[in-house]
């Protein structure tokens, strides 16, 4: 039977590259995409996913286990991984972890139990266990945040510390000195990388971080409010990082409950373009994070490491981009 290695090396490219061209990705060079497709033609071969996971005794499932089913992010995030498995036979079991660890590790289970063909996940640490899927034979892929453990897991993502860096170093070059930061919970990957990126900002900038002015908060609107609150209480606060859209709503909801003016009595940078920004009388900054490519990427990740089983795990890292 003609595989995908075959179509491969008759084209003389990766496997990944004709997982692309079969998922018709507009990224692949004209020249390289008709190779592949003359290969294809000359082969006859067919995509068969749901027969190879047959053969091995696996449905033709990915298992999606996403840390915030309402995060817009993870949404985005969510539709690019669908597509890629669409496209290549798959369906796609989508499980909200809630920044749970239990609710994780029961989601983990069940990926086991249901024989899935493999399984993307965004950890609530990186310290979450993946050691018996791997064991099984289950590739698994990190996205957004990583996977540490014996075993080196593939991940594919965006570099918040550099991100979190650039949004400060925007607020210090505006004449802020009084910064706040309202961030995640410690023990998530993006929320201490941003918080990390924040004060290596303020220090390249002379300004020695302020202990008070950076918060850990849920990843939620509510627990976003409480954190605004309290670091409004310091009544010299210039400008404010907050390191998600959810947080973004609660803290512009105590901005108005305090009659604050954005723009005059205090700046704002968010990371992650929500649509509602735009509607917004007095605009912020956004950090606009590629959520959909890392989706993509993280499913085509996973194609290629179905098809290329002793492949070494790769790391991708995406760069996010300030808009002001």
Same mark, same amino acid.
């Given at each position: 039977?003609?595989t995908i290695?075959?179509?491969?090396?008759?084209?003389?490219?990766?496997?990944?590259?004709?997982?692309?061209v079969l998922n018709d990705?507009?990224r692949?060079r004209?020249?390289?995409?008709q190779?592949?497709?003359?290969a294809v033609s000359a082969l006859?071969y067919v995509?068969?996913?749901l027969?190879?996971?047959?053969?091995q005794?696996?449905s033709?499932l990915?298992?999606?286990?996403i840390a915030?089913?309402?995060?817009p992010f993870?949404?985005?995030v969510?539709r690019?991984?669908?597509d890629?498995?669409?496209?290549a036979?798959y369906s796609?079991?989508?499980c909200?972890?809630?920044?749970?660890p239990?609710k994780?590790q029961?989601?983990l289970?069940?990926? #086991?139990?249901?024989r +899935? =063909?493999?399984?993307l996940?965004?950890?609530?640490?990186p310290? /979450?266990d993946?050691h018996?899927? !791997? @064991?099984?034979?289950?590739?698994?892929?990190?996205?957004?945040?990583p996977?540490r453990?014996?075993?080196?897991i593939?991940?594919?993502?965006?570099?918040?510390?550099?991100?979190?860096?650039?949004?400060?170093e925007?607020?210090?070059?505006a004449?802020h000195?009084?910064?706040?930061?309202?961030?995640?919970?410690?023990?998530v990957f993006?929320?201490?990388e941003r918080a990390?990126g924040?004060?290596e900002?303020?220090?390249?900038?002379g300004i020695e971080?302020?202990?008070g002015l950076?918060?850990y908060a849920d990843f939620?609107?509510?627990?976003?409010?409480?954190a605004a609150r309290?670091v409004l209480k310091?009544?010299?606060? #210039?400008?404010?990082? +907050? =390191?998600?859209?959810?947080?973004?709503v609660?803290?512009l909801e /105590?901005?108005?409950?305090?009659g !604050? @003016?954005?723009?005059?009595?205090?700046?704002i940078?968010?990371?992650?373009d929500a649509p509602w920004?735009?509607?917004?009388?007095a605009?912020?900054s956004v950090?606009?994070?590629p959520?959909?490519?890392l989706?993509r990427a993280?499913?085509?990740?996973?194609l290629?490491k179905?098809?290329?089983?002793?492949?070494?795990?790769r790391?991708?890292?995406?760069n996010a981009?300030l808009?002001?």
């Open positions: 039977m003609v290695r075959d179509v491969a090396a008759r084209a003389g490219v990766s496997t990944a590259t004709v997982s692309r990705d507009q692949v004209p020249e390289t995409s190779r592949v497709l003359d006859n995509p068969n996913s027969g190879r996971s047959l053969r005794q696996r033709a990915w298992a999606l286990i915030d089913i309402e995060n993870l949404t985005s969510t690019g991984v669908e890629v498995a669409q496209s036979g796609v079991l989508l909200n972890s809630d920044e749970n239990d994780e029961q989601y289970d069940i990926a #086991e139990q249901s +899935v =063909t493999g399984v996940i965004t950890p609530t640490s310290a /979450v993946v018996r899927l !791997l @064991t099984s034979g289950v590739p698994v892929v990190a996205l957004d945040r996977v453990g014996p075993k080196s593939d991940a594919v993502l965006v570099d918040s510390r550099g991100a979190a860096r650039a949004a400060v925007h607020l210090v070059a004449g000195r009084r910064i706040a930061c309202i961030t995640g919970p410690q023990r993006t929320a201490a990390l924040y004060r900002a303020l220090q390249d900038a971080p302020d202990p950076l918060h939620k609107i509510a627990g976003a409010r409480d309290e310091s009544g010299d606060l #210039e400008a404010l990082l +907050v =390191t998600n859209s959810l947080m973004a609660g803290v /105590v901005i108005a409950e305090q !604050l @003016t954005i723009g005059s009595d205090i700046d940078v968010a990371f992650d920004t735009g509607l917004l009388s605009s912020i950090v606009r994070q959520a959909y490519e989706g993280a499913g085509e990740l996973l290629d179905l098809t290329n089983a002793g492949q070494a795990a790391t991708i890292m995406l981009t808009i002001d």
